[in-house]
């Protein structure tokens, strides 16, 4: 792996983080889309020490936005008028069931990223002399 591949996946994960506040806030405007792709990848930057920091930090952070997403719809329908329509009453429906979906997928699976880039990292358990390495998961009873 050369020097430059975390910075270019860094690079990548800031512009997907910005494309999904462009599509999930309904069209944000250009310069916050700017904005939100500069924050990102200098902190993708700072945080990302491997491809797979940078991309478990990514996948974070896309579900932080869908998780946000609902909330923004309603905030904007609720700032329009005082009674919300059927039209509008649909677009906060599908806003909640997608971005709770979403949400629970992007972050389930940053959790599992960060826990196997926990795993690579960890030192390795020594075995005992005269004891077998049990497999994970499975232990030895003892029969009575």
């Known amino acids: 792996m050369t020097w430059w591949t975390p910075q270019l996946n860094a690079l990548l994960g800031g ?8 599509v999930m806030w309904d069209q944000a405007g250009l310069v916050w889309t700017l ?11 700072w945080r990302g020490r491997s491809i ?6 990514t996948t974070l952070g896309l579900g932080i936005e869908s998780m946000t997403w609902p909330i923004v719809t309603m905030v904007r329908i609720r700032v329009e008028g005082i009674q919300p329509t059927e039209e509008q009453m649909g677009t906060i429906l ?13 972050v389930t699976f940053a959790l599992g990223l960060f826990k196997r880039l926990r795993a690579q990292h960890a030192p390795p ?7 077998q390495a049990t497999p994970r998961g499975k232990k030895k009873r003892s029969r009575n």
């Open 15 to 22: 512009l997907v983080l910005a494309g999904g506040i462009f």
């Open 35 to 45: 904005l939100v792709a500069v924050a990102a990848t200098a902190f993708l930057l």
């Open 52 to 57: 797979g920091t940078v991309w478990a930090w």
């Open 94 to 106: 599908n806003a909640v069931l997608f971005g709770l979906f979403t949400s629970v997928f992007w």
């Open 125 to 131: 358990v020594p075995v005992q002399q005269g004891q």
